[in-house]
């Protein structure tokens, strides 16, 4: 998908998540959302927000939309506080949506020395890249008030943004990404570490990817190391 529809809080997310049951109808938790939503305003407003949050945590992780089926967000959100699945939100974002993963690559260039961020030099090089059209204009907004949302900007004034200090991952969280980068993503049981594209680390303090890949080897993965690559491959 290229662009991301509307902002998403993550607090959204993680709350209806942890209601939605395995088996049961993802129609059954329409409501649920809307009511723990209650920052949006409108039947319409909630709705496609809505859509946004079932398209990316339910429906693009299993087949059919008919029933829920099990998948990685669903058993962590019921064991994990939100604090830990804000990263594993935020990613999911970035290997959803293609103009979400151009910004947080971009980004570095458009942030002075101080931390403020030039929206209109990023929007620039947005327009540059997918032309000058709505729906990339539309992406802009609702991937901007997602990283306000997520604590990775500050909304200072108008078109004036701050850049906060980077976060810490644990090397947990990085294991399910890798998971989830591979299955979801790559699609294969084969993850080269070094090909990894930077955007997804972008907001977060430097992770240590091979010591991550020797912590959880045997276990999650089998880790091969080689002159030019540092593979992991997947256990089914």
């Known amino acids: 998908m290229i662009g991301l529809d509307r902002p998403l809080r993550p607090e959204w997310i993680y709350d209806t998540l942890r209601l939605i049951e395995v088996g049961s109808k993802p129609t059954e938790f329409y409501e649920t959302f809307e009511e723990i939503a209650k920052e949006l305003v409108g039947?319409?407003?909630k709705r496609k927000v809505r859509t946004v949050v079932f398209r990316s945590f339910l429906y693009s992780l299993q087949k059919g939309n008919a029933v829920v089926q099990d998948n990685t967000f669903l058993k962590l959100t019921k064991n994990k506080p939100l604090n830990y699945m804000e990263p594993l939100f935020l990613w999911k974002i970035l290997l959803d949506y293609e103009t979400a993963r151009f910004i947080a690559q971009k980004i570095a260039l458009c942030v002075d020395n101080t931390g403020h961020l030039s929206t209109p030099l990023l929007s620039k090089k947005l327009v540059q890249q997918y032309g000058d059209r709505d729906v990339v204009?539309?992406?802009?907004?609702?991937?901007?008030?997602?990283?306000?949302?997520?604590k990775i900007l500050k909304h200072e004034n108008k078109s004036d943004y701050l850049l906060l200090p980077q976060k810490s991952v644990s090397n947990e969280q990085v294991k399910d990404f890798l998971k989830l980068y591979a299955g979801y993503f790559l699609k294969s049981e084969f993850v080269d570490l070094q090909s990894i594209p930077t955007e997804f680390f972008q907001f977060f303090k430097p992770v240590n990817l091979v010591s991550v890949a020797q912590e959880y080897n045997g276990r999650e993965w089998e880790y091969v190391r080689e002159t030019e690559r540092d593979v992991v491959i997947m256990k089914r």
Not at 138 to 150: G, Y
């Open 137 to 150: 204009k539309k992406s802009f907004r609702s991937f901007r008030a997602t990283l306000v949302n997520f």
């Open 43 to 45: 039947k319409e407003g």
